[in-house]
């Protein structure tokens, strides 16, 4: 169950399989109008190499990849496929190549079973009618066999997050897939759910399989990739054997920004008592008890599913407690609805950017003034000016990359939206905030944006309770370390006052 | 990126939207050109002001369905509650009720409708296409049931009259439109409820979480349509001087056209004001177009048919370069 990287050797396999080109890009180009997004690039990916590609958000990442899988078409430039020239015009020409992508957010049917998944679009027909027991049968063999300990029965929207990704990667790899791609694959898996994914992605790289990976957290580019190449506002300045570079290096060409300086860490003194929950139960946590003062900043570490979102949004008022009792400023309160944590004074930025987050069709300035329209409304309208003011102000305060407020919230890079998704509180004048996984899928650069933001708000005489599954970001930040497992709070440090090894194995359990 | 971009994406973008609007507009102003052209009888006054009056209506309605469709929602009952509220409209009229209490407590009946549809859809988790679906064929029943199935006649002048007055050469009911109109489009565009129900129409979570009251928003979207609805019972009634049940069928389909012409969108979180009541007018003008012509009545629910289809591809051809 522990964490270990069982696997080792996955530079040697690498040397072994080299040199033999599966797809080069030559002067490879996009524009969006005026936007260069990828500026010409020439890249070779060779059989069986896992590549990893890093840069912050906007750098072209994502643009790359949906060159590479058909769904956008190339400005100019050339694809080879083996030495020939194609089109990759369309995804079903892509994926004839056998190139697949797996996504940071899973794009399949969570009402149907995880063997349907599995199956779906090549599914076991017998006399017109589907082979269900068979398909059941050869899906979980194909779990087991791959060690995910996983039913293959059950619907798919009953696993985590982190489940249906890793089904998601099952499905890629038994679909005669040659170039697989994966996008940030493990933002939402557990150290256990990541290490699975691992020893999946080095027995397809083992079967000749080029890897491409794309991910923030260098670490996982050490651990896992043989070439590592680094993009930078939508210019590829390089790649890398990954065994001859370090981090530093590789900070340096995606930014120019040292790694002490990403995780911006002020110490306030603490002040008077914001929150504070007592033997606190809910639907998905039982008994907590914390409190966050004034300046603090106080941290929830654990596995995904270990109810520290639970416990927040109950907090929040999103749920009804079941039991204990919560403190506001010394008074006790009863928080029924989100409108009333609110004019208590706090705030939360929710998890899931795309389900909790954004309304994701509507512009960027809506977004950002949702949760103060009461404040601007006037004899129940909303001023025109002050709707305006508050959003601009927030877009300059925070550099929001955005066409203007009229954008829509889905044309903006990952990043961007976050920023909004925090953005949209600070209007609000509230004494706690609450921080759900800030950082998910965010790059360096915005990373190190919003911590500054967190001493900013602290300095104002603020709180935070910031839940994180990546622990040196807890680590490094938190005044007051909580680690939850198991919908239980199950220890609390001081800051620094705990290794890392003995916080996982808290949050893991042995 | 200079400041000079940024603002004329925005404009663009702005612009675009207004264009929209535009060549909906023009396409009514080219239907008008090309039947006058065409015809002798489109462009008098006694036609235009019979235009105006079939147009009103149903525009009215679509204002009200356009609220609920922006919430992602579907309001089906609209005819249904058109044809039972000008059965309460001559009920009450026929028993001695003044005007102003007839027109007061058929709202009132069709803000009841309307609760009872946020009812089912917050408290008892029905999706909305059942429970107004479900409300469509009961009002129906009940309204036959009250009359026996015979047709009420109103025999109030005054109220009947007041849909064939004109006031400053527009014909009441058009002014109705107006009335309804205005009003509608402050509160959609520039009230805060109005953005409510974008927002949860958008994302329902993102929207509760952002301290969006998306229970009150539900009921105020269906409300909103069921009075509008009402609204229009009240006018039908004075229109044909008859309250009977099975009136105004098929309304709610008009209804719905005219605001996915006006480009709303199904998928919810688009939508206007102004959008559907131009798309009212467009499926007016070609029914009114094709009697004038002597098109088969047959051929102009085809020809309304594939225009719908046409029209609404267009609108996503342009969302989708946008």
């Keep these: 169950m522990v964490g270990t990287n069982p696997h080792g050797q996955a530079a040697e396999t690498a040397v072994a399989a080299a040199n033999v080109p599966i797809l080069e890009l030559r002067g490879l180009e996009k524009r969006y109008g005026a936007t260069h997004a990828l500026k010409p690039a020439d890249l070779t990916f060779v059989r069986g190499e896992i590549h990893a590609i890093v840069g912050e958000n906007g750098a072209g990442k994502s643009t790359l990849i949906k060159l590479l899988t058909g769904v956008i078409t190339r400005t100019s430039g050339e694809v080879l496929w083996e030495g020939q020239p194609v089109a990759l015009a369309t995804p079903h020409e892509a994926i004839e190549f056998g190139i697949n992508a797996v996504h940071q957010e899973v794009v399949l049917c969570r009402h149907l079973t995880v063997a349907a998944n599995m199956f779906l679009g090549d599914e076991d027909v017998g006399f017109g009618l589907l ?14 066999d791959l060690g995910f300990q996983l039913p293959a029965h059950v619907l798919l929207g009953d696993l985590t997050i982190g489940q249906q990704q890793l089904i998601a990667t099952a499905r890629a790899s038994i679909r005669g897939t040659r170039f697989l791609i994966f996008d940030e694959p493990t933002a939402y898996l557990t150290r256990t759910e990541a290490a699975q994914l691992f020893a999946l992605i080095r027995r397809l790289k083992e079967r000749g399989v080029t890897i491409v990976y794309i991910s923030h957290r260098l670490e996982e580019v050490f651990e896992l990739s043989d070439r590592v190449s680094i993009l930078r506002d939508g210019t590829l300045v390089g790649t890398r054997i990954t065994a001859e570079t370090n981090e530093t290096e590789l900070i340096s060409l995606m930014i120019n920004r040292s790694l002490e300086q990403i995780y911006h860490k002020e110490f306030f003194p603490a002040g008077d008592l914001l929150l504070e929950t007592k033997n606190l139960s809910g639907p998905g946590f039982r008994d907590v008890s914390l409190s966050v003062r004034a300046g603090q900043i106080v941290g929830l570490y654990g596995l995904i599913g270990a109810g520290r979102s639970e416990f927040v949004l109950s907090l929040f008022g999103r749920h009804r407690k079941t039991g204990g009792s919560i403190f506001w400023q010394g008074k006790e309160v009863d928080i029924r609805s989100e409108r009333q944590a609110m004019d208590l004074g706090i705030a939360l930025a929710p998890e899931s950017r795309r389900d909790q987050g954004l309304c994701i069709n509507l512009p960027v300035g809506f977004n950002l003034n949702l949760p103060i329209f009461p404040h601007i409304t006037m004899a129940g309208l909303v001023p025109f000016s002050a709707d305006r003011q508050r959003a601009e102000r927030q877009i300059s305060d925070l550099q929001v990359k955005t066409s203007g407020r009229g954008a829509l919230v889905s044309s903006l890079s990952g990043g961007n939206q976050q920023k909004i998704v925090i953005g949209k509180w600070l209007n609000h004048g509230a004494r706690l905030f609450i921080f759900d996984e800030p950082t998910v899928g965010v790059d360096v650069g915005t990373k190190a944006e919003i911590y500054r933001l967190l001493a900013r708000l602290l300095a104002e005489g603020a709180g935070i309770i910031l839940i994180s599954s990546y622990l040196p970001e807890v680590y490094e930040l938190a005044d007051e370390l909580h680690v939850f497992r198991r919908g239980e709070d199950v220890a609390r440090h001081a800051y620094h006052a705990a290794s890392h090894e003995e916080i996982l194995s808290e949050a893991i359990g042995v | ?60 309605l679509a204002v009200g369905e356009t609220f609920v469709i922006i919430t992602t929602g579907i309001d089906l009952s609209v005819g249904a509650v058109v044809g039972f509220c000008t059965v309460i409209a001559a009920w009450l009229l026929t028993h001695d009720f003044s005007i102003f209490a007839t027109v007061i407590i058929t709202l009132g009946v069709g803000v009841a409708i309307g609760m009872f549809h946020g009812f089912g859809i917050v408290q008892m988790g029905l999706p909305p296409f059942i429970i107004t679906l479900a409300t469509l064929t009961s009002l129906r029943g009940i309204g036959l049931l009250v009359t026996n199935g015979a047709t009420i006649n109103i025999v109030n002048d005054t109220f009947t009259e007041f849909s064939r007055n004109d006031f400053v050469g527009l014909p009441n009911l058009f002014w109705m439109v107006i009335l309804v109109g205005v009003p509608a489009y402050i509160f959609l565009h520039h009230s805060r409820y109005g953005r409510y129900i974008f927002a949860v129409g958008s994302n329902m979570e993102a929207a509760r979480l952002s301290g969006v009251n998306v229970k009150l928003t539900v009921y105020l979207a269906y409300t909103l349509s ?91 051809l342009r969302r989708r370069r946008g």
Excluded at chain 1, 131 to 144: C, F, H, P, V, Y
Excluded at chain 2, 18 to 29: D, H, M, P, Q, V
Excluded at chain 2, 249 to 254: A, H, I, R, V, Y
């Design chain 1, 131 to 144: 082979r269900k027991g068979e398909m059941t049968r050869k899906a979980q063999s194909i779990l087991d």
């Design chain 2, 1 to 60: 990126m200079s400041t000079d971009t940024k603002s004329a994406a925005v404009v663009r973008k702005s612009s675009a939207n207004w264009l929209f609007g535009l060549t909906l507009l023009g396409l009514l102003l080219a239907m008008c050109i090309v039947l006058s052209l065409t015809t002798k009888s489109f462009m008098t006054e006694a036609n235009i002001m019979n235009l105006m009056r079939q147009g009103s209506m149903i525009a009215i």
């Design chain 2, 226 to 316: 069921s009075t509008c609805a009402a609204f229009v019972g009240l006018l039908l009634a004075a229109r044909i001087g008859v309250g009977n049940a099975m009136q105004a069928d098929g309304w709610e389909l008009q209804a719905i056209a005219s605001s996915v012409i006006g480009g709303t969108s199904l998928f919810g979180a688009v939508g206007s004001v102004h959008g559907p009541l131009i798309g009212a007018f467009i499926l007016a003008t070609i029914n009114n177009g094709a009697n004038l012509l002597n098109v088969n009545s047959f051929w102009q629910r085809i020809i309304t048919g594939l225009l719908i289809i046409l029209i609404v591809y267009f609108d996503q």
